[in-house]
């Protein structure tokens, strides 16, 4: 029962560590009259999706059965034995069941949000950055005066450290909520303050809040808020 409490707080952990929201997450424990033949405890870890709460995951307490099946059938010894206690025993085994499918969509509708913006709508997947397939897009204000060759330098620098984009079509604040709608957490801006102090504008996918940081300490920057 020890390793099943663990193995319960650990799965809901990973969940949180993903960017889900906790207050959607909860552990549902089977009744005992629906438990498997096999198993002695068994919970559930549900989600409340848009059209309610479903299974996300499962972890059971098998007990010894698996082992001591193969046991029996194969004739081979599969027990353990215990150093400390001299004791000899067939282990029980906790099995957590999860989908890869299953927590992908539970990623995506946890993240989807539609935002009104001075009067247009704005759609941003507030992906957690650790999961992102894009960590920054990368955009030269405009397209000259030094602006792309600045920005390409950015891309190639910051290349070897996390997956970026580099986007130069269409106006900056399009650009932007491309990104957004991709779930790219931080835009990097190269405008004419750059020329000027080798600083760019850094801006957050989820608040859209902006600050001035140094080219030379960019990469440091971001990887500290991604995490890693």
């Given at each position: 029962?020890?390793?099943?409490n ?13 960017g ?31 059209f ?8 059971h ?5 698996d082992?001591?099946r193969h046991?029996?059938?194969?004739g ?17 085994i ?18 989807y949000s ?9 759609v ?33 620098e ?8 580099y986007?130069?079509s269409g106006?900056?604040?399009r650009?932007y909520?491309r990104q957004d ?6 835009g ?6 750059t ?9 957050d996918?989820d608040t ?9 300490c960019?990469?440091?920057v971001l990887?500290?808020?991604l995490g890693?």
């Amino acid at each position: 029962m020890e390793w099943l409490n663990r193995w319960k707080d650990e799965r809901l952990a990973w969940y949180a560590r993903l960017g889900l929201k906790t207050e959607r997450l909860r552990l549902k424990r089977h009744p005992n009259k629906e438990l498997a033949h096999y198993a002695k405890d068994a919970y559930d870890i549900e989600y409340e999706f848009p059209f309610g709460w479903k299974e996300l995951e499962g972890i059971h307490n098998r007990t010894d059965y698996d082992l001591s099946r193969h046991q029996r059938h194969s004739g081979k010894d599969l027990s353990y034995f215990d150093d400390a206690t001299g004791r000899r025993y067939v282990p029980y085994i906790i099995e957590t069941s999860a989908g890869v499918d299953r927590t992908f969509l539970t990623c995506l509708i946890d993240a989807y949000s539609e935002e009104e913006v001075r009067g247009e709508k704005r759609v941003v997947l507030k992906l957690h950055p650790f999961i992102a397939p894009m960590k920054a897009g990368i955009f030269p204000l405009v397209r000259r005066d030094g602006m792309p060759e600045i920005a390409r330098k950015i891309e190639k620098e910051l290349r070897p450290h996390m997956p970026v984009f580099y986007d130069e079509s269409g106006s900056i604040g399009r650009r932007y909520r491309r990104q957004d709608e991709a779930g790219t957490p931080f835009g990097i801006t190269v405008d004419s303050q750059t020329l000027k102090d080798e600083t760019v504008t850094v801006r957050d996918r989820d608040t859209m809040e902006q600050e001035r940081v140094k080219i030379s300490c960019l990469a440091q920057v971001l990887l500290s808020r991604l995490g890693s």
